[in-house]
T-cell receptor, first 116, second 115 residues
Framework: ETGVTQTPRHLVMGMTNKKSLKCEQH?????MYWYKQSAKKPLELMFV???????ENNSVPSRFSPECPNSSHLFLHLHTLQPEDSALYLC???????????????FGAGSRLTVL | GQQVMQIPQYQHVQEGEDFTTYCNSS?????IQWYKQRPGGHPVFLIQ?????EVKKQKRLTFQFGEAKKNSSLHITATQTTDVGTYFC???????????????FGKGTKLSVKP
């Protein structure tokens, strides 16, 4: 248990489905992140939230929609995904985003997404 | 865009042999972090280096940050089967005009150890 909990751990969805990934952190951190990890690419940063405010959006397609209702919870809403979106989606948190030494990432176990 | 290059991509060693992975950036880094991801697992933070020329040790692991703060290395002495996994470096660009919080991850070095 890392202090960052992701659900579901595995998700299979069709291209027309709508689903959501959930992340919850119990570490009292102020920043939360979504990363995508696929077999061929390194960890790709998707979104960064600092105190519930989105501070980074790395040219992510609009079929991925993040939501951060409070500093402990982060969602990734998925709709009309493509098969190439199949990957491991990792949530992470850190104490702060911009303070060196306080931006060490604690990752959740990930949500393995398969798009058929 | 900004990149952190990591080599080698794969390394196969016999148990007991040493292992080194290298990270290089074209621009100066404010700090560098190292993470380990076991097969089927998620990245776990190992260490952060901040100072030029810094060397830190964790048992059989030695981490170095270059004098110019553009490169770093992780060296494992006498590998064990428990060292298996992918090792990632993540550098924070010193003067990145956009998001200063963006850690740039290397592609990782996947280590396998033959018992």
């Amino acid at each position: 248990e890392t202090g960052v909990t992701q659900t579901p751990r595995h998700l299979v969805m069709g291209m027309t489905n709508k689903k959501s990934l959930k992340c919850e952190q119990h570490l009292g951190h102020n920043a939360m992140y979504w990363y995508k990890q696929s077999a061929k690419k390194p960890l790709e940063l998707m979104f960064v939230y600092s105190l519930e405010e989105r501070v980074e959006n790395n040219s992510v397609p609009s079929r991925f929609s993040p939501e951060c209702p409070n500093s402990s919870h982060l969602f990734l809403h998925l709709h009309t995904l493509q098969p190439e979106d199949s990957a491991l989606y990792l949530c992470a948190s850190s104490q702060e985003v911009w303070v060196s030494g306080a931006n060490v990432l604690t990752f959740g176990a990930g949500s393995r997404l398969t798009v058929l | 865009g900004q990149q952190v290059m990591q080599i080698p991509q794969y390394q196969h060693v016999q148990e007991g042999e040493d292992f080194t992975t290298y990270c290089n950036s074209s621009t100066t880094l404010s700090n560098i972090q190292w993470y380990k991801q076991r097969p089927g697992g998620h990245p776990v933070f190992l260490i952060q280096l901040v100072k030029s020329g810094e060397v830190k040790k964790q048992k059989r692991l030695t981490f170095q940050f270059g004098e110019a703060k553009k490169n770093s290395s992780l060296h494992i002495t006498a590998t064990q089967t428990t060292d298996v996994g992918t090792y990632f470096c993540a550098g924070r660009i010193l003067s990145y005009g956009g998001s200063q919080g963006n850690l740039i991850f290397g592609k990782g070095t996947k280590l396998s150890v033959k018992p």
